[in-house]
């Protein structure tokens, strides 16, 4: 191959050389010095709801007609996906205007204290609280942080809740009659006497998507309030109270009876919540546990499938049996958006009452605005109307004044699964989560 | 030309290369360089993702190296590339010895094989979570592979497969073989192709047996071909996680963790982000370790 003469390539190539190095340093200036943000007639949302995007869409055109300004929705799942996406971003400064924060209230305050979420408190109190008090509180309650709150946030409202969500049982009618049971079950001891009935008939009593830990938390923690109350259940969290009492125990020891009794569909815990949903559907088990979402996705699978919806039953009587329920959905408004104000006019009326009936019509959800309930009840699903009775027994971890620590609630819930497949007993879970937990105290934590 | 025009002009040239260089090596440090040295710096800390970060020293190794749960991970991790290493490359190579052979339909063979290794680890994971279901519904079973043992007379061996402790890495391991066979098996196909069919026919002249051509002949030849798909096997399933997912969703308690899904865990489950980093520093070293050693011996074998 002939080389090209020094001075010839020379030439060129210092030439070039120049022209690239010039370029690259147009170009590092321009991406280091790109303006910021200015305001538009454009706002951006961010969510995870495939089930609501269309819906959104769809009001986000309306919204435009209405008033000029254009709702850019993008969609982002699944989500625990859409969750890192969301951290990762805050980290990059390039948070939408309008965006969920899926993670506890722990992180929720890390938000705020790093100035990523505006304070609505204002907007939601302007008109003497119009805002405010057209949303359901516990819905509310969410992204509410009252004075003097132990994650040193100012005290205040940081989120629009645009629906409200609980989880119970569900139960199919169908089967239950199948194995002559004529109406749901009220008690425990009902329960698995219908559990039993319902194996005798060769049909698998009960599912749930114990594969996802955070639903053997709702479950577990709906039974902890039924057999110790909230005090005793925070007195733990505070780190007052151990995992190995008696009554934590006897929490554990309902998952054990639960296996023992024959109640639990086969290969419960790694099953995912969408597997469990199918089984249902499909009328592969009886019982289900499962949030007030799974209407809509029942819906979808199975539009025949007859079936109700009831409290888990009560062991005992000595403290209510709560419920995990609330904010479905909450938005955030990026506090650095130089559209900050038209993102809140936006999810203002984005909660109004009109708005609300559509979203709860279209997506088969619990509207978060209290006038639009009882329009969307008339339209929906009467299974919707039970799950709204739901609400007044509901409580969330968002809304307790003390939440337990991450890697202690994960031992806890695996703890359960090992219980179910027969590893460990409940009273070696209790043992091992409390080593945990005195482990975790002692760090601070 | 002098010295000095002449290291001019090598100092020209070689700015010049560097030029052609720079923007793959920006590339690579923006997206790879920069977040390894990001993970070391945030393994020393205790970070939640978001807000502050406290700098706590070497505390995430310290706690890591008691962390029973993360070494019973990697015993995880190394019982599975046993199996991919055995199982899986033994069918892959028996496979490309058959088709190495003048048999009929050997293209399609070829393609048949080839389809595992290029669907979605997703796919195979929701596939083989259909065909392991252990659930029945009106007396029959739904997995179809459950349906098969019962109908063939074996209800005896019916087994909730992905549920049981005893089970459910053994089965993990088996999908996951069945998922990477095919990457061996043309890797290997591609290699027994290569050696010179005058050395088969030298060994039968000298009344060599077919078990004799392959000792002597055939895996001679084919070693370094072997110890790239040995690393190749061992890389991929140290760090297999996506099939886990799939299949057993957070896990079967700890029973199926391995390293990713532990660090995963870490991160996603308990918003332990420094300590998610201390896990990955760590296990990138191990797998460093691993390979260099893989490289070594692989060296060694060339020699031989």
Redesign the interface.
């Known amino acids: 191959m002939r080389k090209l003469k020094w001075p010839y390539t020379l030439t060129v190539s210092r030439r070039c050389q120049w022209i690239a190095l010039c370029s690259c340093l147009i170009l590092v200036f321009f991406v280091g010095c790109s303006q910021s943000p200015r305001p538009s007639n454009k706002i951006i949302l961010w969510h995870w709801m495939t089930d609501c995007n269309d819906t959104f869409l769809k009001l986000a055109q309306q919204y435009k007609q209405e008033t000029g300004i254009e709702v850019v929705v993008r969609l982002f799942a699944p989500s625990d996906s859409y969750s890192q996406m969301i951290i990762a971003a805050a980290q990059a400064h390039v948070l939408p205007d309008i965006y969920g924060i899926l993670n506890t209230k722990a992180i929720v305050a890390d938000f705020i204290k790093a100035g990523l979420v505006a304070d609505l408190t204002d907007d939601m109190n302007a008109n003497g609280g119009a805002w405010a008090n057209s949303l359901f509180d516990k819905a509310l309650a969410d992204k509410r942080f009252e004075q003097g709150n132990i994650y040193g946030v100012k005290g205040g409202i940081y989120g629009v809740p645009i629906d409200v969500t609980n989880e119970q049982m569900l139960y199919n009618k169908k089967l239950l009659a199948k194995a002559g049971i004529t109406s749901p079950p009220r008690t425990y001891d009902e329960f698995i006497k219908d559990a039993q009935a319902l194996n005798r008939v060769g049909i698998a009593p009960f599912v749930s998507g114990w594969g996802e830990l955070w639903l053997i938390d709702c479950f577990a923690s709906n039974y902890a309030f039924n057999i110790m109350g909230d005090d005793k259940i925070f007195s733990t969290y505070y780190g007052q109270t151990k995992y190995t009492d008696p009554d934590w125990i006897k929490v554990f020891s309902v998952f054990a009876d639960l296996r023992d009794k024959g109640v639990l569909i086969d290969g419960i815990v790694t099953k995912g919540n969408k597997y469990a949903e199918q089984d249902f559907a499909l009328e592969r088990a009886a019982f289900a546990f499962n949030g007030s979402w799974c209407v809509n996705v029942y819906h979808d699978m199975n539009p025949n499938l007859d079936y109700g919806v009831m409290p888990p039953p009560a062991i005992g009587r000595a403290y209510p049996l709560k419920i995990w329920g609330g904010a479905g959905s909450s938005f955030v408004v990026n506090a650095n958006s130089p559209n900050k104000d038209k993102a809140i006019a936006f999810l203002k009326w984005l909660t109004e009452r009109k708005q609300q009936v559509i979203l709860a019509r279209e997506t088969n959800k619990l509207p978060s605005n209290k006038e639009a309930l009882k329009e969307a009840l008339l339209a929906g699903s009467p299974v919707l109307g039970e799950f709204s009775k739901g609400m007044n027994q509901s409580t969330h971890p968002t809304i307790w004044p003390v939440n337990e620590d991450p890697l202690v609630t994960q031992a806890f819930d695996k703890g359960i699964q090992a219980i179910i497949i027969g590893d460990k007993t409940p009273q070696q879970v209790a043992e091992d989560v409390q080593n945990l937990k005195d482990r975790q105290m002692a760090r601070g934590n | ?1 002098n010295s000095k025009a002449k290291a001019a ?1 090598i100092y ?1 040239d070689n ?2 290369n560097f ?1 052609f260089v ?1 923007p793959a090596f920006v590339i690579f440090c923006i997206f790879y360089i920069y977040p390894f040295l990001n993970m070391i710096f945030l393994s020393f800390h205790e970070w ?4 502050l970060m406290h700098f706590i020293g070497l505390q995430n190794y310290k706690e890591l190296i008691g962390d029973n749960l993360w070494w019973d991970s990697m015993v995880h991790a190394g019982y599975i590339t046993l199996i991919a290493l055995t199982f899986q490359n033994a069918l892959a190579f028996a496979l490309a010895l058959a088709c190495d052979r003048q048999i009929r339909m050997k293209r399609f063979y070829c393609m048949v094989f080839f389809i595992p290794p290029v669907l979605s680890e997703v796919v195979v994971g929701l596939i083989w ?1 259909w065909i392991l ?7 029959q079973h ?1 997995g179809l592979l459950n349906h098969l043992l019962f109908s063939s007379g074996l209800p005896q061996m019916v087994h ?1 497969w ?4 005893k089970t ?1 890495l053994t089965t993990i391991a088996i999908v996951h073989s069945w998922k990477g066979f095919g990457w061996g098996f043309i890797m290997l196909l591609a290699g027994l192709q290569t050696i010179d069919k005058q050395l088969y026919e030298a060994a039968k002249i000298d009344g060599a047996g077919a078990w004799q051509t392959f000792i002597n002949v055939t895996i001679p030849m084919m070693l370094p071909v072997i110890l790239v798909v040995m690393i190749l096997t061992i890389l991929g399933s140290m760090q297999v996680f996506v099939l886990i997912l799939s ?8 029973h199926t963790d391995v390293p990713v899904t532990r660090i995963l ?1 870490s ?6 982000f420094g300590y998610a980093c201390a896990e990955a520093v760590i296990f990138g070293m191990i797998l460093v370790c691993v390979s260099f050693m893989m490289k070594k011996l692989s060296d060694r074998v060339k020699q031989i």
């Open positions: 030309m002009a020209k700015l010049q030029f720079l939640k993702g978001i807000g979570n279901n252990p659930e029945m519904q009106a007396g739904i909730n992905l549920g049981d402790p459910a299949m057993v969703n957070e896990g079967l308690v700890n865990s991160m996603t489950g308990t918003d332990r």
